[in-house]
């Protein structure tokens, strides 16, 4: 099984090092010197680390083969590739690698349909689920406990509680405000 670890960003000095956004919760395993990543677009790798240090709070890599900034340019936005065992799940009960929510069914406590997940962004706050809506426009929901309820892996689905707001379309919002207004006369 493939999951994706990072992402290269920009190009950090004239030695070859790239900013990366790391999207692993073990990246002194999956991004250590001697690792070897599939890469996407797959003509960019596979890339081997060559070296790996924290500056600025930011990861910092050299890759094999990479020795200026011009090389490292154009590996931005690069999606870095680890292979994992796939029998080998998150050691916290309420951890999820990427795959396992991508395409997830999303609905309300009370059985609202809201989309499908289609993508994970991994920010530094929190991370967002990007779903995608039955008419085909996306919403973005935190992915943080008091919005997303459950996430029940057999069912295929995450329950979510939306605050006011989060989910409902303009139009639902102003006809409620409007409803609201109306009672106050």
């Not at 967002?128 to 689905?157: A, N, Y």
């Amino acid at each position: 099984m493939q999951l994706v670890v990072a992402r290269v960003g920009r190009a950090h000095g004239i030695k070859g090092e790239v900013t990366v956004e790391v999207r692993t919760d073990e990246p002194e395993l999956r991004l250590a010197p001697g690792a070897v990543l599939a890469t996407d677009p797959a003509a960019a790798g596979p890339l081997t680390i060559e070296t790996g240090r924290v500056h600025s709070g930011r990861l910092l890599l050299r890759f094999e083969g990479v020795s200026d900034r011009n090389g490292a340019e154009a590996l931005r936005n690069t999606l870095l590739i680890a292979e994992v065992d796939p029998e080998q799940l998150p050691e916290e009960e309420d951890e999820y690698y990427d795959h396992q929510l991508i395409d997830l069914d999303v609905v309300t406590e009370d059985g609202t349909e809201v989309g499908r997940i289609t993508e994970i962004s991994h920010l530094p706050s929190q991370d967002l689920f990007i779903v995608e809506r039955p008419d085909g426009t996306e919403v973005m929901i935190p992915f943080v406990s008091e919005i997303v309820v459950e996430i029940d892996l057999e069912e295929q689905r995450a329950v979510v509680a939306p605050p006011p707001g989060l989910i409902d379309d303009r139009a639902e919002i102003a006809s409620s405000r409007d409803d609201a207004a109306g009672d106050e006369s």
